[in-house]
């Protein structure tokens, strides 16, 4: 039920946001989106898949730049005999698009099981196969009440010999 909510929710949100965008088409890249993070939270390939192949993927630490392909090389062992490689849930998605839905960008809130409270954006493109992760960034969302002690942990953590 909660999910459920949730989406009903995450789709008003969209709506409301994508002034001007086809209503259609948000429903179309929410719910291509959502598939492709449930696809990571029950461990299945396919997830790379919807990834163009010169796609991109930025991800948390500084090191984590990849083009599809190694980026499912890396991740093989996060989805190979586990229930789930990362489980991320939208609460809130903005989606825009140029005029003629060829090019769709996004951002989104995210709750994650083992990192918080992460933020995201993301570059789709519309291609006669149908839609493919072009970008993606996820980034966590630090607190601006605490954001000088994270970068006091994160500059001692770059400053150790151990992670030069």
């Not at 492709?36 to 898949?49: E, G, I, K, L, S």
């Not at 991740?75 to 809130?92: C, L, M, S």
Request: aromatic letters at 10%; proline letters at 4%; a positive charge.
């Amino acid at each position: 039920m909660k999910s459920l909510i949730l989406a009903c929710c995450l789709f008003v949100a969209s709506l409301a946001h994508a002034a001007g965008i086809d209503p259609a088409l948000v429903r179309q890249v929410n719910a291509f989106v959502d598939g492709w993070h449930d696809d990571a939270a029950h461990a299945r390939m396919r997830y790379f898949d919807k990834m163009a192949p010169d796609g991109v993927y930025i991800g948390t630490d500084r090191n984590e730049l990849w083009q599809r392909d190694a980026f499912r090389a890396w991740g093989r062992k996060y989805f190979e005999g586990k229930r789930a490689a990362w489980v991320f849930h939208p609460t809130r998605r903005n989606v825009y698009a140029t005029p003629d839905g060829a090019l769709i960008w996004f951002d989104e809130l995210l709750d994650t099981e083992n990192m918080g409270h992460c933020m995201a954006s993301g570059v789709i493109r519309r291609t006669a196969a149908g839609f493919e992760i072009v970008h993606y960034q996820l980034s966590l969302a630090v607190p601006n009440e605490v954001a000088k002690q994270v970068i006091a942990v994160v500059k001692r953590a770059e400053a150790a010999p151990a992670s030069k």
